[in-house]
DNA sequence: TTCTGTTACGGGAGGCGTAATCATC
DNA sequence: GATGATTACGCCTCCCGTAACAGAA
């Protein structure tokens, strides 16, 4: 089942609509991001994303995705602020 | 970071208040479990849990967690329904 | 030929289960 | 001794980066 990372590389993917730039960014390799993707389309079993040769495009199921990506993402980051905090 | 996986045993291990009876339902070893609470631990820098001979107890920290682990768990359930739907 | 995404491949890290260990009753 | 959690260990899968490949402008 999808980790956080995947989540993130994915919303960083729609933010770019560019695989390489996102492996930039992110700091990590292209072949990583787009099996990254490539998993996640497995996952949901539903394209994703359109490839052209000067990127990819968000589809229609992307879309749904990418909703509840950012939904979920920020919760977690959200989490990992109020988790640990000391209660005094 | 976290994966759904390890938020749905710590969920479960929240229901049960023991490690061995979620590890029994959830089909993976006593190990397992208690490596992937651990695992949380040091990713939230918190204790989640209280270690008795009976069980364990969610700490104050954990139950912050549960919150968002209830929230999250539920969202991702949700979209792995809504996001391979074809669209009429 | 340049830009972008995908595939092949090898190495290293991490996850799993078994089994041993520790602690408490 | 029974119960429940942790640790040790070996295996095996999976993830990553490098590099080669494919297609389009």
Redesign the pocket.
């Known amino acids: 089942m999808s980790?956080l990372?995947?989540l993130m590389?994915f919303r960083d993917?729609v933010l770019?609509?560019?695989?390489?730039?996102?492996?930039q960014r992110l700091?990590?390799?292209?072949?990583?991001?787009?099996?990254?993707?490539?998993?996640l389309e497995r996952e949901y079993g539903a394209q994703l994303?359109d490839?052209?040769?000067?990127?990819?495009r968000l589809t229609e199921r992307g879309e749904v995705l990418y909703r509840y990506a950012e939904e979920v993402v920020s919760l977690m980051l959200e989490a990992r602020e109020a988790v640990p905090v000391p209660l005094r």
């Open positions: 980790s990372e995947e590389v993917v770019t609509g560019n695989i390489t730039r996102t492996s700091h990590m390799s292209q072949s990583s991001v787009s099996i990254q993707i490539r998993n994303f490839r052209t040769n000067r990127g990819v």
